[in-house]
T-cell receptor
Framework: DTAVSQTPKYLVTQMGNDKSIKCEQN?????MYWYKQDSKKFLKIMFS???????INETVPNRFSPKSPDKAHLNLHINSLELGDSAVYFC????????????FGEGSWLTVV | DAKTTQPNSMESNEEEPVHLPCNHS???????IHWYRQLPSQGPEYVIH???SNVNNRMASLAIAEDRKSSTLILHRATLRDAAVYYC?????????????FGKGTKLTVNP
């Protein structure tokens, strides 16, 4: 069983479209994250949720809206996609009570054309 | 966020030991030193972490300088599967900031 799973793995879409990436973790963790890795391979945090509550929002455009329906899920919805949104998006999770190890998903490759 | 400095790239031969250095001269007294690696086309994965003492696990060893201003990740016998970008990251203790701040990391090439 994959600990942190994201769907879709690959997504090609046109500018202006709205798309969502879903993430689920089966580790029983209370904290989930979205990271973005751009073409230069820099990994940057976008959002973090703890027990469904937003705790980190790193100056991400309002077009990006995370939603956490429960502790095991953190979805990322992107409105009005732009060329610059093309990147790999990684979901991750951790357990605040246990320690600081963060587990990452395999990534979702988004290409905006 | 505390900063770390790593070489951009390193090269090793298969089955030889690899020592990946990291400088963190501005580390605070409570920061943990974490290492993650990212294999090609995969998400980052945890390797090891420590505070003051050297640490060993099945993947690697972590040697921490006495003044904690630098550390070295040691892969005892590199395999082709160890080719990845290795990130040295400072994190506050449990319950602190949830952020994992990635630098550029060291790209390790392992030659057969």
């Amino acid at each position: 069983d994959t600990a942190v799973s994201q769907t879709p793995k690959y997504l090609v879409t046109q500018m202006g479209n709205d798309k969502s990436i879903k993430c689920e973790q089966n580790l029983g963790h209370d904290t989930m994250y979205w990271y973005k890795q751009d073409s230069k391979k820099f990994l940057k945090i976008m959002f973090s949720y703890n027990n469904k509550e937003l705790i980190i929002n790193e100056t991400v455009p309002n077009r990006f809206s995370p939603k956490s329906p429960d502790k095991a899920h953190l979805n990322l919805h992107i409105n009005s996609l732009e060329l610059g949104d093309s990147a790999v998006y990684f979901c991750a999770s951790s357990d605040r009570a246990v320690g600081n190890t963060i587990y990452f998903g395999e990534g979702s490759w988004l290409t905006v054309v | 966020d505390a900063k770390t400095t790593q070489p951009n790239s390193m090269e090793s031969n298969e089955e030889e030991p690899v020592h990946l250095p990291c400088n963190h001269s501005t580390i605070s007294g409570t920061d943990y030193i974490h290492w993650y690696r990212q294999l090609p086309s995969q998400g980052p994965e945890y390797v090891i972490h420590g505070l003051t003492s050297n640490v060993n696990n099945r993947m690697a060893s972590l040697a921490i300088a006495e003044d904690r201003k630098s550390s070295t990740l040691i892969l005892h016998r590199a395999t082709l599967r160890d080719a990845a970008v290795y990130y040295c990251i400072l994190r506050p203790p449990q319950g602190g900031s949830e952020k994992l701040v990635f630098g550029k990391g060291t790209k390790l090439t392992v030659n057969p």
